[in-house]
């Protein structure tokens, strides 16, 4: 066969081709690219103990894809190794990034750096205001057991192993004096308060100011101090940062240290805003993800958080380091709570499908010793603990809520609520109230479902035409009974009140 006659483009492609190799070789470029693959291999911060099961298969998994190079974290490429061409390039990149849009470094990060306004002078003072101002506490009326009755006594041992928070020497169910049918969401109480999803919100544990904190998809932390009074200051009462990366996946503000704010986040880091300081402290760096934040009510010194596959760590402010770790589930851990009248039991939620209530104090070497499970269908994203600590309400992508009391929490409950929220809308979790009569949940009509924990039912549900979005997103406030902040897949914060 003859040899085809090549065309005089195809012998210029060829030239080309033969002429960029020669180029290539001469600059090392492929060298240079595998050593800079190998390079962004970040080596642990500290070793876990974690144990799971490879072969076992999440029940379901969460459609957010977490990246865990160099190049998402905003960090430039370890040019160990390179040539005097190789280091030159690294070098041009570190000094072409742009700090406010990439700021997730190693160590701490400049409030001013990460802060998306004009001023955050107006915030600072008033976070700082709070510290020296006595706190009160929360006075809800309820009446548990008979008619009118309301002595109770608080237990702080076991009973049947678990600690139930108040009992009474009566059987009995909680009556509420809460009129949930008055609330209402006034205009000037509605605020877009950063861009994108709500991941997560708290209300600041205080009863001098009217402050919610949120943390978005994105890795932005907003505020809105709605006592700012309106011209006086700058950004009319909200302020925003963005101190992480990734879906911010919990927020915690300890009573008796409000100036520090942790947040963590889906990119392993923790981070501390002080308002002293004026910086974001960075606490804890893994190359896991931190999935979910909490605090003892009775201990602001340490942060117990989860992260990797059904991890737990408990970080101490006063060593600087893990002090312990254990692994309660076989699947990532969606959500902590400390048991308000004894802080040594907390109930965990997972996507395994469970929800678990633990005693800090038993457990060995290795894990926790459940002292109550309950099982959902499908994937458990939050658990919680009511006020008084003797029920427990969890929310599971089967479409229910379950609401478990007792002593041993042994009456269990399965309330149905269409939770299937798409993609693009946060998972619905339902809370407690400021009683253990009321929980609250979103519903897909833009509206706050209401489930009575004595009817087993949805008893309410608050609307309003200033409501354009579905809640997700929830926080009672601590001290101001009535006052329950509502956030939406468009950064939306929604403040209902009484009267």
Sequence with gaps: MATQKLTDYELKRLENIRRNEEL??????????TQLSASTKRPRVESKSYKSNSEKQPKTRDPTVIRRSLRTRGLPPDAKGLGSRGIDSAMKSVESLDPKASPWELGPLSRKDVYSGVSDRGLIEAILGVEKKPQLGLG?????????????????????????????????????????????????????????????????????????VVGNKTGNVGFWNMDSEEGEEIENGIYMYRPHSGPISGISIHQDCVSKIFTSCYDGFIRSMDAEKEVFDL??????????????????????????????????????????????HDDRINSIDFNSQNSNVITTSSTDGTACIWDLRCN??????SLKTIGHKRAVHSAYFSPSGRSLVTTSLDNTVGVST?????????????????RWIPKFKAIWGWDDAHVFIGNKNRGVDVIS??????????????????????????????MLAGATGGGQVYVWTLG
């Design 453 to 482: 924990s004595l009817q087993r039912t949805t008893s309410f549900t608050l609307k309003s035409p200033y409501m354009s979005a579905i809640p997700c997103r929830f926080a009672a406030h601590p001290y101001n009974v009535g």
């Design 283 to 328: 606490v804890y760096a893994s190359d896991e993800t931190v999935y979910s934040l909490a605090q003892q009510l009775s201990n602001a010194k340490c942060l117990y958080f989860a992260e990797g596959r059904g991890g737990i760590s408990m970080w101490d402010e006063r060593t600087g380091n893990i002090s312990a770790q254990w692994s309660p």
């Design 406 to 422: 007792g002593v041993n929490f042994e009456d269990m409950s399965m309330i149905y609520h269409d939770n299937s929220t798409s």
């Design 364 to 369: 060995d070497a290795d894990k926790f010793k």
């Design 24 to 33: 290539m070789a001469s600059l090392k470029l492929q060298s240079m690219a």
């Design 140 to 212: 809800v009326k309820s009446e548990i057991g008979g008619e009118n009755e309301v002595e109770s006594c608080l237990a702080f041992t076991l009973v049947g192993g678990i600690g139930c928070g108040l009992v009474k020497k009566e059987e009995g169910g909680v009556v509420s004096d809460l009129k949930v049918e008055e609330m209402v969401l006034k205009e000037e109480n509605v605020a877009r308060v950063v861009p994108g999803n709500v991941m997560n919100m708290r209300f600041f544990p205080t009863s001098s100011v009217r402050m919610v």
